[in-house]
Nanobody
Framework: QVRVVESGGGLVQAGGSLRLSCAASGRTFSMYDIAWFRQVLGKEREFVAVISWSGGRTYYADSVKGRFTISRDNAKNTVYLLMNGLMPEDTAVYYC???????????????????WGQGTQVTVSS
């Protein structure tokens, strides 16, 4: 089992950058794939990015590809989401989620993740 806690959200102007962190507890953190999702009030939760347990594979939503970068430091039990070129439509609550490492492909559906954080608010002003 793993517990995840997000941090790093805030208010930023369009075109700016933020780095979110997902800190995890548990000695087996390196056995989990970690994903970021986001949700706007009244809308469905949306996949953003995922990184494999080793950090060797990543996958992004088309809406953030080329602007966001997901990475992990297993020695620190932390996954990062570096967000550049932020746009007002990136405004949402961002959630970190974990699941035991996948086989041949990374998962992008929220119902495939077992452990979730409380979320961190990102607001991009125009």
């Amino acid at each position: 089992q793993v517990r995840v806690v997000e941090s790093g959200g805030g208010l930023v102007q369009a075109g700016g950058s933020l780095r979110l962190s997902c800190a995890a507890s548990g000695r087996t953190f390196s056995m989990y794939d970690i994903a970021w999702f986001r949700q706007v009030l009244g809308k469905e939760r949306e996949f953003v990015a995922v990184i494999s347990w080793s950090g060797g594979r990543t996958y992004y939503a088309d809406s953030v590809k080329g602007r966001f970068t997901i990475s992990r430091d297993n020695a620190k039990n932390t996954v990062y989401l570096l967000m550049n070129g932020l746009m007002p439509e990136d405004t949402a609550v961002y959630y970190c989620a974990a699941r035991p490492k996948s086989g041949s492909y990374l998962r992008a559906r929220d119902d495939e993740y077992d452990y979730w954080g409380q979320g961190t608010q990102v607001t991009v002003s125009s």
